[in-house]
């Protein structure tokens, strides 16, 4: 069992940065994958990013490639989303999410959430 709490959201001016950061707990957290994903109003959810266990690999949306870095360490079982150029676009609650397989972008694929932080980018 993996519980997350996400936080470091807020507001932000539009080519502004913020750094999210997912707290886990539970001794098995580097054994699973992580992602971020963001829902904005009256939208889907998105993949947003996703790392592997051992942090070696990673992806990334179209949309926030060259922009967003996913990164974790284990040793504070904490995986985190630093956000660079943010845009207007970005606005959403952001969530994170574990899951046993290798590392999905599908939202199905993750077995444990946390609550989200919200984001805004102001224009």
């Known amino acids: 069992q993996v519980q997350l709490v996400e936080s470091g959201g807020g507001l932000v001016q539009a080519g502004g940065s913020l750094r999210l950061s997912c707290a886990a707990s539970?001794?098995?957290?580097?054994?699973?994958?992580m992602g971020w994903f963001r829902q904005a109003p009256g939208k889907e959810r998105e993949f947003v990013a996703a790392?592997?266990?051992?942090?070696?690999?990673?992806n990334y949306a179209d949309s926030v490639k060259g922009r967003f870095t996913i990164s974790r360490d284990n040793a504070k079982n904490t995986v985190y989303l630093q956000m660079n150029s943010l845009k207007p676009e970005d606005t959403a609650v952001y969530y994170c999410a574990g899951s046993r397989s290798y590392f999905p972008t599908s939202s199905g694929a993750y077995q444990y959430w946390g609550q989200g932080t919200q984001v805004t980018v102001s224009s």
């Open positions: 790392i592997t266990w051992s942090g070696g690999s990673t």
């Open positions: 539970g001794r098995t957290f580097s054994s699973y994958a």
